[in-house]
């Protein structure tokens, strides 16, 4: 089975802190890490893998330095990274990202699975999967937490929904976007550290993908950012002390109005 | 003329505001210059703003300017779940009525389902001037190819200025796919919309990076301009008994209505309602609950108040209950109107999914702990004396 996995490098969000003075976000020595939800799409490709044989090629969009996130991912067992890059692709929203993502796809050639974490921590969008899919004519099945069996080319898994979950039936190939409930992560073993060092990713332009130039960027891009700003930073409240029958009295007047 | 964006060297002073400014760490300085790195630029336009020597040049391509003119009226498509229309439509007719208002154009409710006959009322009653509705046993329930198809018939037909959709998992399926199909510019996830009147352009504010910045996004160029919004922050439309909306039956050929994907189940899970993105009131178990059975009293306390039960990654990692509940970065974000934290720390990835709850109490014995930073009101002290106590008092005044 071939299976294509998309990651995108982020920010750590754990070192994302505000400066007082500016009011902006502080960059300096913030860490850059694979999307969090990306890491269940990984190891989810890798036991499809392990259950059912055959190959996991993991892509990013990104800067050059997006190497290392697909060399963490080749040391979390996938197989092959290709980093698609271009000073074309500054400005993508999500409709080119996922045009892009989807051309690299076409040309890594035949695939059954494409895995997606659901969304990414810095934009949260969870628009990119689906974009993909549409861009690839292939069904989706999104927020998918359990992928129960693949037989006779149909994958059959549960979506997870706001009240429960669907059990679902697909047809592949086609694409799953992945929830945190679907595995735990393993950490990368020795010798998928050494594979990685040595391993040689390929890297691809926007002419290597044959990308139309109005659909990538800025100009392939419908929405455009027009302002950024800084929420006020929520501030403390009152501190409530005293006896527990007193502080249960005194908080529950405070929030009557809310409550009834 | 493809866009870009350059520094005027003789103007740059080296001031770094504009590295400060730019929320994608993008720029440097080099010799006393700023640098702009394209591969981190989106062109956003921060730096613009933020020099004060206009030094920076950002040049956006236009594109071809369309005749934008045959795309009009407000669009919300309303969920249904069993035949029952989800709340956050409600609440998307109460803000797409102010913003079609605004365009002075009509506000239109589109439903998907099957023998939905009934749900007209309801809808007309909530403020839509004009419902479409397709009937067919193929939209039963949600599926992405046949809801894909319709809408996006739907949409190339009768040509929407603006459409909406909540945030939910359906929504953010459904709408990434037709935005895709009819090339439109999709904003995810919105907790502000409003309209500039003089370019009828629709203002879409949402939260990045976990809610450290904001951001307005605009469609220039491509209609229909379409968002997703989150539960909870615009106001449920009033009920206007007996308001009268024009009525638009849509039928279309057998092959719209065809499916890859089948829908063999849905498994509601029995546990009390884990809905938090609809909830008003969350109760959250943290670690400093100490133990799995003691999520007895934050779910005796959650029933008291009529809300859902949240939990910190910890106590889900640990296997103390059900992922469904976790609230945080890898969990659900969530802005009920009351947000009881019990024995949560408040880790940064927790923060990221509450914070925007507009009153936040929080009780934790650690008065150093992160939470009581963001918490309106803050208890120091025993979560096992103080949530049983808090639960009592609840309840002596809801008299239950």
């Known amino acids: 089975m071939n299976i294509i996995v998309c990651i995108k490098q982020v920010p750590n969000t754990t070192d994302v ?42 892509v990013t969009m990104g800067p050059p330095q997006a190497e290392n996130a697909l060399k963490e991912a080749i040391s979390l067992g996938c197989d092959e990274g290709i980093l698609v890059s271009d000073r074309k692709f500054a400005g993508s929203d999500t409709w080119a990202t996922s045009y892009t993502l989807s051309m690299a796809i076409k040309k890594i050639g035949a695939f059954d699975i494409v895995i997606c974490g659901k969304q990414a921590s810095d934009g949260d969008t969870a628009q990119v999967g689906p974009g993909i899919s549409t861009h690839l004519n292939i069904p989706q099945v999104t927020y998918v937490k359990k992928v129960e069996d693949i037989k006779d080319n149909k994958a059959k898994v549960e979506r997870m929904m706001e009240e429960g979950y669907d059990i679902v039936e697909t047809p592949i190939p086609c694409l799953f976007t992945v929830v945190k409930e679907i595995n735990s992560p393993r950490l990368p073993s020795l010798k998928g550290m050494m594979r990685a060092k040595s391993a040689k990713i390929t ?37 409530l002390k005293g006896e527990t029958a007193d502080i249960a009295r005194e908080i529950v007047e405070l929030l009557k109005d809310v409550v009834i | 003329m493809d866009s870009s964006i350059t520094i005027i060297l003789d103007k740059c002073t080296g001031c770094t505001l504009c590295v400060k400014k730019c929320p994608f760490g993008a720029i440097h300085m080099a010799n006393r210059k700023a640098v702009i790195d394209m591969a981190k630029c ?65 506000l239109c409710a589109v439903i998907l389902g099957h023998n939905i006959e009934s749900k007209i009322e309801e809808l007309s009653s909530r403020g839509a001037d004009k419902i479409y509705i397709v009937d067919h046993q193929a939209l039963k329930d949600y599926q992405d190819d046949p809801y894909t198809e319709v809408l996006t018939k739907l949409v190339e037909e009768h040509k929407p200025e603006i459409i909406l959709c909540g945030a939910t998992t359906i929504g953010r399926s459904l709408v990434s796919r037709v935005a895709v199909r009819i090339n439109a510019g999709l904003t995810a996830d919105c907790t502000g919309l409003d309209i500039d009147e003089k370019e009828r352009l629709l203002l879409q504010t949402r939260p990045a990076f976990g809610g450290n910045i904001m951001a307005t996004i605009i469609t220039p160029n491509h209609r229909p301009q379409m968002a997703t919004v989150r539960h909870k922050v615009m106001k449920e439309a009033d009920i206007h008994k007996g308001h009268k909306a024009e009525v638009i039956r849509k039928t279309y050929p057998e092959s719209v209505f065809k499916t890859r994907t089948t829908l063999l189940d849905i498994v509601e899970e029995i546990e009390e309602t884990v809905n938090l993105a609809e909830a008003d009131i969350i109760v ?11 999520f007895a009293m934050i779910k005796e306390l959650a029933k008291v108040v009529n809300g859902a039960v949240g939990a910190s990654r910890a106590t889900v990692d640990a296997g103390w209950i059900p992922y469904s509940h976790q609230v945080g970065q890898t969990g659900k974000t969530v802005c009920p109107k009351l947000y009881i934290a019990c024995g949560v720390s408040g880790q940064i990835q927790h923060l990221i999914g509450m914070q925007s709850s507009k009153v936040i109490v929080a009780i934790n014995k650690d008065p150093d702990a992160p939470i009581f930073k963001v918490a309106t009101y803050g208890i120091v002290g025993d979560v096992h004396d103080i949530v049983p106590a808090l639960t009592k008092e609840f309840k002596r005044i809801l008299k239950k």
């Open chain 1, 17 to 58: 802190k505000i400066d007082p003075v500016t009011n902006t976000l502080i960059r300096d020595g913030v860490e850059s890490v694979i999307n969090p939800f990306d890491t269940y799409a990984i190891e989810e490709g890798v036991r499809l893998k392990e259950r059912f044989g055959g190959k996991v090629t993991v």
């Open chain 1, 203 to 239: 890297k691809w332009t926007a002419d290597d993908i044959k990308a139309d130039p109005k659909s990538i960027g800025l100009d392939g891009s419908p929405t455009r950012v027009v302002k950024i700003f800084t929420p006020p930073p929520r501030k403390g409240g009152e501190m």
């Open chain 2, 42 to 106: 989106t062109l956003c336009g921060a730096c613009v703003e933020a020099c004060k020597f206009k030094a920076i040049e950002l040049n956006k391509e236009a594109g071809e300017k369309k005749d934008l003119s045959a795309y009009k009226d407000v669009w919300v498509f309303c969920e249904q779940k069993k035949g029952v229309i989800q709340s956050i439509s409600f609440e998307l007719l109460g803000e797409g009525k102010k913003l079609a208002k605004k365009l002075g154009v009509k």
């Open chain 2, 284 to 294: 959250t178990g943290g670690r400093g609950i100490g133990a799995p059975e003691n």
